[in-house]
């Protein structure tokens, strides 16, 4: 079994910074794509940061500059710096895992679209 866990949400004041981890458990071996969504009240999900298992990334233009995805293979872990908080910022944020290998009882799977719990980012005064 596979599970994103996310951690790093939290209250942080406009122009502050915060930093999100999620980190895939379970006996992995392969993990292609990984991203932060997010979903406001009243508002549709949507891509706020991707990076490929090559390390390339994408933004959503409303974060480009401000926030930097980032992932540690080794530690199955995916991050988000997020910098310069503004108050349209806030929401629920999630992370995904798009395509993701792993073994059980030494059987190898893939499995598609993962996403973590998700956590708060709220920013206020």
């Known amino acids: 079994q596979v599970q994103l866990v996310e951690s790093g949400g939290g209250l942080v004041q406009p122009g502050g910074s915060l930093r999100l981890s999620c980190a895939a458990s379970?006996?992995?071996?392969?993990?292609?794509?990984m991203a932060w969504y997010r979903q406001a009240p009243g508002r549709q999900r949507e891509l706020v940061a991707l990076?490929?298992?090559?390390?390339?990334?994408n933004y959503a233009d409303s974060v480009k500059g401000r926030f930097t995805i980032s992932r540690d293979n080794a530690k199955n872990t995916v991050y988000l710096q997020m910098n310069n908080l503004k108050p349209e910022d806030a929401a629920v944020y999630y992370c995904?895992?798009?395509?993701?290998?792993?073994?059980?009882?030494?059987?190898?799977?893939?499995?598609?679209?993962?996403w973590g719990q998700g956590t708060q980012v709220t920013v206020s005064l």
């Open positions: 379970g006996t992995i071996f392969l993990i292609d794509a």
């Open positions: 995904n895992a798009d395509k993701v290998g792993y073994y059980e009882e030494s059987v190898p799977f893939y499995g598609y679209d993962y």
């Open positions: 990076v490929t298992s090559g390390g390339t990334t």
